[in-house]
């Protein structure tokens, strides 16, 4: 199974960014996507997961900024980051849940300047 990442980039604080994520490989039976991300100097944390059958769920601080989409017939999960703040500023990454297994992606930067 294989995760790939793409749409991090630079982006002025109040801006937005959209994250794409595709998987390949043996994967039927996805179930779980979600996107979760890294700061320098802390522990990584959930941002957003979504579920086969479309139910979101969202960390705290991104509520309301952030949403998280998933095309299962592309096996691609999304996550549009509005209003981003410096605090967002991360290595984003890509999980899928195929029985029982979790997969991650290599991560994207996202960097908000203030």
């Known amino acids: 199974v294989q995760l790939v990442e793409s749409g991090g980039g630079l982006v002025q604080a109040g801006g937005s960014l959209r994250l794409s994520c595709a998987a390949s490989?043996?994967?039927?039976?996805?179930?779980?996507m979600g996107w979760y991300r890294q700061a320098p100097g802390k522990q990584r944390e959930l941002v957003a997961r979504?579920?086969?059958?479309?139910?979101?769920s969202y960390a705290d601080s991104v509520k309301g900024r952030f949403t998280i989409s998933r095309d299962n017939a592309k096996h691609t999960v999304y996550l549009q980051a509005n209003s981003l703040q410096p605090e967002d500023t991360a290595v984003y990454y890509c999980?899928?849940?195929?029985?029982?297994?979790?997969?991650w992606g290599q991560g994207t930067q996202v960097t908000v300047s203030s």
């Open positions: 979504i579920t086969s059958g479309l139910s979101a």
């Open positions: 999980t899928a849940v195929i029985y029982q297994e979790t997969y």
């Open positions: 490989g043996s994967i039927t039976g996805i179930n779980v």
